[in-house]
């Protein structure tokens, strides 16, 4: 039989220490899952960083989106409006009033001519024949009221003889206006007073009236045709003034005219392939003919809406 161990003070103090760290073994163990809970808790306040750069990325791109209606949608604003054009003059398409072979040309390209100048004749044999042939035809109606007023008075004509060869008289003078209207036809003259550009006949050729013989233009009558952006033709109305400036320095003001009422594409005309790809309206200005004497057809200009 072991002989019995008689628990010395070491033995008392060690199971005094582990009873006490079992009673506050509890007492830890809900300090560690309080600590647990509040960090689980702060994870799912605090957004990841993933989060928070998605969220920067769209406020970007809407903050994009916007400024880029905002700009597309403003025109230009306050800032000052100018377009760029060219001058150019009233022209005149001139083609006989009749059909017939060119006899002369009486001016060249370059040549200044003024309103009622004759220009280029036809060939008037044919015209001249028909105003002989009216002529003729006056003749014999005279005659034949001449007869009619005789019988009237011999043999108790009736008067409504003589009344039927005044009226066949009467056609015959009418005729005869008639072929000296056409054989004024022959005789091509200037519409206007201005500059021959264009000359498209020459003797021996056939004219016709539908076909241009030479083109004028008055380089006192000029206008000046520009292209507005959309966004800001809202700017240009009929009947507002701008200063139109010349690569010459001259500068002149011009009133609007015309505002075209449908977009187009900027005509290759213009300078800069960025710009011809452009909506655009066609707006055009009348100058003052009488300060308009250093401005020329052709040049280049600025125009600066006001």
Do not use: C
């Amino acid at each position: 039989m072991t002989p019995r161990r008689t628990p010395t003070d070491g033995d008392t103090r060690r199971r005094g220490a582990r009873a006490e760290a079992d009673a506050r073994a509890p007492e830890a163990r809900g300090e560690t899952d309080a600590a647990r809970g509040t960090g689980l808790r702060a994870r799912l306040r605090r957004p990841s960083r993933r989060v928070v750069a998605a969220i920067v990325v769209v406020a970007l791109l809407v903050l994009g989106a916007l400024g880029w209606w905002w700009y597309s949608t403003r025109g230009d604003g306050d800032e000052t409006l100018v377009a760029s054009g060219s001058l150019e003059a009233a022209s005149y398409d001139v083609a006989p009033a009749t059909a017939g072979v060119v006899a002369q040309v009486l001016v060249g390209e370059g040549d200044t001519v003024q309103e009622g100048e004759r220009l280029v004749l036809l060939d008037g044999r044919s015209f001249a024949l028909q105003v002989t042939q009216a002529q003729q035809g006056v003749a014999a109606a005279t005659a034949a009221v001449t007869s009619a007023q005789e019988a009237q008075r011999d043999s108790g004509g009736s008067a409504a003889d003589v009344t039927a060869a005044q009226a066949r008289l009467k056609q015959a003078q009418a005729a005869v206006n008639l072929a000296k209207v056409q054989q004024g036809y022959a005789t091509v003259r200037a519409p206007h007073a201005g500059q021959v550009v264009t000359l498209t006949t020459n003797t021996g050729q056939t004219a016709s009236p539908n076909r241009t013989v030479l083109t004028l233009i008055d380089p006192a009558d000029l206008t000046a045709r520009v292209y507005v952006p959309e966004t800001a033709i809202g700017r240009v109305a009929v009947g507002s003034v701008a200063d139109i400036t010349a690569d010459n320095g001259a500068s002149t003001p011009g009133t609007v005219s015309f505002v075209a009422a449908q977009a187009q594409f900027t005509p290759n005309t213009v300078a800069t392939q960025d710009q011809r790809t452009k909506l655009v309206y066609e707006v055009r200005l009348r100058i003052d003919p009488a300060a308009a004497s250093s401005l020329k057809p052709g040049m280049p200009i600025d125009v600066t809406f006001r």
